[in-house]
C-alpha cells in the first residue's frame, strides 16, 4: 500500500526468489535466514504496514447518536450495498442475512470469502467492539491484527466519516446472529504482499461534509460510501489501482467475474451521462432505465439505489457534473440468459 509502488514490489519479491534459489526446500542455513529475516523486516517497516490503533470516535466527530441505527441500515442497504457481497445469496437477495461466503479468486490473492457480518459471537462479529468494526471497515485491519484482503475496499471507505462507519457497526449489531464459518484461503502472492506493500491503512477519524444535494457531499457518497468509483474507474497496474485520469470513465475490461461493462459516468455528452438532466439521473437510479430506454444491468444495485433520498441522488448527479468528461465509448453486454 503506502509508498511502494507495483514495479518496486515486484523487484522484491524476485529478490526474495533469488535468495532462496528456485526450489529451496529444508532448513535455510542461519546465516541465510538471519539476512532474510533483516530483509523482510526492513522491508515491512519501509511499506508502512503494521498495527493500527482503534479509533476514538468522539463525540466532536460522532455527534448526537440519537438515530444512529437506521443511518447505518440506511448505509449498509441502499448506499454501501454491503449485501452485494455479504449476503447469504447476494445474486438473488442482497436484502438477506449478511452471513458472508461469496467467493473472489483472484492470482495475487488466493480464494477470498466475504465475512459473516451478523453478531454470531463464533462465527462472525458479535465478539468485537464498535471500534475494532470501524477500524476494519476504513483501515482494513481484523480484530485479530490480521490485514484485510483489498478485495475489502477500505481504500475507498478510509473516508468514511467517524459517523457513518460507527452507525454502520450499530447496525449490524441488530440484525439476527447466523452461525456461518467463513474462511478464505490466501495464496503466496498474498502472504508476499503482506510482507512487502499490503498493510492497513493509517488514520483513525475522518468527517464527513454537511448532508445536502451538493457537489461535496455528492463525491463523498460516490467516492467512500456508495463507492460509484470502485466499478465505474478503469484500473491498472499489478495491484488494479484506480486511474485517476479516468476517473469514472467506465471500462470494457472490468475486473474477471463482473457481468456487466460498468458505463462511462463522466460529463462527457457523446459517450457519457453530459445530456443527461439531472431528472434523467433520477429517473434512471428509480426505474432501471436510462433516457435510451436501456435497462440496467442487474449487476448495477439500483434496486436497492432507488431507496436512497432525492438529495442524495441529486448531490451525485451534481458531483458526476464536476469530473473532467472522458471520451471513452463503452460497448453494453447484454444479461446472460437464465
Not at 201 to 208: E, I, V
Amino acid at each position: 500500500m503506502p509508498g511502494i509502488s507495483a514495479r518496486t514490489s515486484e523487484h522484491l519479491a524476485a529478490r526474495m526468489r533469488g535468495a532462496l534459489g528456485p526450489a529451496t526446500r529444508g532448513v535455510l542455513p542461519a546465516g541465510t535466514r538471519g539476512a532474510l529475516g533483516a530483509l523482510l523486516a526492513a522491508s515491512a517497516a519501509a511499506c508502512g504496514g503494521g498495527h493500527v490503533p482503534l479509533p476514538g470516535l468522539p463525540a466532536s466527530t460522532v455527534g448526537d447518536t440519537t438515530g444512529l441505527v437506521a443511518r447505518g441500515e440506511y448505509i449498509v442497504r441502499n448506499v454501501a450495498v454491503c449485501g452485494h457481497c455479504h449476503a447469504a445469496d447476494p445474486r438473488r437477495d442482497a436484502d438477506g442475512p449478511l452471513s458472508g461466503g461469496m467467493e473472489f479468486r483472484d492470482w495475487r490473492l488466493g480464494t477470498i470469502r466475504a465475512a459473516n457480518l451478523t453478531p454470531d459471537a463464533a462465527t462472525g462479529l458479535g465478539e468485537w467492539s464498535d471500534a475494532e468494526v470501524v477500524r476494519a471497515i476504513r483501515n482494513g485491519e481484523r480484530r485479530d491484527g490480521a490485514v484485510l484482503a483489498p478485495v475489502m475496499p477500505y481504500e475507498a471507505l478510509h473516508a468514511m466519516s467517524d459517523r457513518d462507519a460507527l452507525a454502520v457497526a450499530r447496525y449490524l449489531r441488530t440484525l439476527s446472529p447466523a452461525t456461518h464459518r467463513v474462511k478464505s484461503d490466501h495464496n503466496l502472492m498474498f502472504r508476499i504482499g503482506e510482507l512487502f506493500f499490503l498493510g492497513p491503512l493509517k488514520g483513525t477519524t475522518a468527517t464527513a461534509p454537511a448532508r445536502g444535494a451538493t457537489p461535496a457531499y455528492g463525491a463523498y457518497l460516490a467516492l467512500h460510501v456508495a463507492l460509484c468509483s470502485d466499478c465505474h474507474t478503469p484500473h491498472t497496474g499489478l495491484r488494479s489501482r484506480p486511474d485517476e485520469d479516468r476517473l469514472f470513465a467506465g471500462t470494457d475490461d472490468p475486473p474477471k467475474g463482473f457481468p456487466a461493462n460498468p458505463s462511462n459516468l463522466t460529463p462527457d455528452s457523446a459517450t457519457g451521462i453530459g445530456a443527461w438532466s439531472e431528472d434523467d439521473f433520477l429517473r434512471t437510479m428509480r426505474t432501471g432505465v436510462n433516457p435510451k430506454g436501456d435497462t440496467l444491468h442487474p449487476f448495477m444495485p439500483w434496486r436497492e439505489y432507488r431507496r436512497m433520498t432525492d438529495d442524495d441522488l441529486r448531490a451525485i448527479y451534481r458531483y458526476l457534473r464536476t469530473v473532467p468528461p472522458v471520451r471513452n465509448a463503452v460497448p453494453r453486454r447484454a444479461p446472460a440468459a437464465g
